[in-house]
């Protein structure tokens, strides 16, 4: 797709020079740089190769004209791009020729994979729009931050193992710093070109929806990639830059409906980044009078279904949740959170789950499926997580009463939800249904099957008459979801030492080549 680089073919073609320092790129990948032009690594991988010029000594009084020519400067110089003299004008970005090895051609190849995988869950930036972004991203470097992070995003969605290695790694890499120094340039340029000073001489925040958006791929890119702290930041740079978005009533009504939509884009990431660590708190609470979604005839009627129903589900979230998972998850925190977390609460989650599973059973035809998987699997793994507050507070019960929701149950994740996760994985048409989900769905897969491992582990299920059909569901999902290279090492091997232990404890023999 990319092409091959010969390091044999350049040096036949280009004249080679040896200089004492690294180039840029070998500088920021920190390897070993061969000092010819271009070098070794930069022919190898594709990558333009550009040194740094030699520095020389400048005259007393040329400062105070360089630091002139910098605040007119409104654009950062991208990394790689030719050192050139400062100039009066404003700073684009560079053509593809001297500034990247990424042409509009390899961009505008990942938009019908944009479109496929990305934007039904993220329904904010339309394929459209990237490709207008794409057209002037050398001259808008609002646009450059977002086709970059928008292609690093598409293509962690699409990439077939955890962490990629070689070529694909490094030009993923290479992606995201490209859209961050852009999109920081953003900043840049918006200051110096404002005309609304204020007595600081700082203009008015320039805020939009695709500044907000390139800050939600690079989270959503930087934490697929292991990069939590960056992408802890970069999202609430997101969260920080959308409550100064400013939506009036003269805004158009789909342009309202996207904001709306905007907002709950944030919402449900930071949820999910405070339910796989509660040390970084949520602070955006659900939109006032947010749901359901304000209609919007611009977008594709099953994007506007799915993405509602994915904002119902985290709406359970709620502030009570927050309250006692942050609790429950802080070994240095003995304070209670002082509002009671009771039977009645547990039950009406679970019960408000029950509702969402029936609104959707009634869209399941208009639905991709796509969308289903990930609706499906992001409810099952809110009733574990609803399920594992109630086991923490002595809630659950081996035989709950009659009258009492199964989620009050000891063994229901066993018992329900084992069952329903091996049912869906049959009905898939593909498994690329969830290998195109980055991260986030095996995320909660592997919180599901862990949840279910902790339930098979207790006394009281090893005596159940129907144990053994509950390890022939666990066998078989902790089997599926091996077969994804995403799955991290250290994810394995914790699903493996479960495996063997239930194993023994069950006497289990797995029918060979089963799956």
Known sequence: MFGTHHPQA????APTTRTNNACGS????????????????CAHLGLTCAFAPPSVRRKNGARGALVQQLQR????????????PLSSSPEILPPPSQATPYTAAFFLALVPDYEQVVYPVNPIITADEIRAAVATMYTAVEDAALVYAFAAITMIFLQPSHTPAGDEGSRLA????????????????????????TSSGLGELHVTVKRVMTCMFLD???????????????????????????????TPPHERARCQRLYWECFLHERFLFVINSRRTAVLPPLRLGRPLLPDPTIPAHVHAGFGRLVDLFCIIDDTFIRYWGWSDNDDNNDSPGVALTADWVEQKQAALD????????????LTELQHVDIFITRLWLRTLVWQLALARGLLRSSPPESAHEGLS??????????????????????????????????????????????????????????AARMDDFVFLVRFLFRFDKVRPNERRYIGEKLATLQEMYHYEAVEGEE
């Open 10 to 13: 350049a040096n036949r073609t």
């Open 26 to 41: 070998c500088r920021f990948r920190k390897v070993k740089c061969s000092g010819s032009h271009p070098c070794t690594q």
């Open 73 to 84: 400067t409104a654009k950062t110089i991208p990394r790689n791009a030719p050192i050139r």
């Open 174 to 197: 290479d992606l995201m710093h490209r859209g961050l120094v852009a999109h920081r340039a953003s900043e840049t340029a918006s200051l110096n070109s404002s005309t609304s000073s």
């Open 220 to 250: 959503m890119a930087m934490l697929s990639t292991g990069l939590l702290d960056r992408g802890f930041v970069v999202l609430r740079e997101a969260i920080a830059l959308l409550q100064t978005l400013k939506v009036t009533n003269d």
């Open 355 to 366: 509702a969402e599973e029936r609104t959707t059973a009634s869209l399941l035809g208009s």
């Open 410 to 467: 000891l063994h229901f994740p066993a018992d329900r939800l084992s069952a329903q996760l091996r049912g869906l994985v049959c009905r898939l048409d593909s498994a690329a249904s969830i290998a195109t989900h980055g991260s986030g769905i095996l995320q909660k897969l592997f919180e599901i099957t862990t949840t279910i491992a902790d339930v098979l582990a207790l006394p009281a299920m090893s005596d159940r008459h129907d144990a």
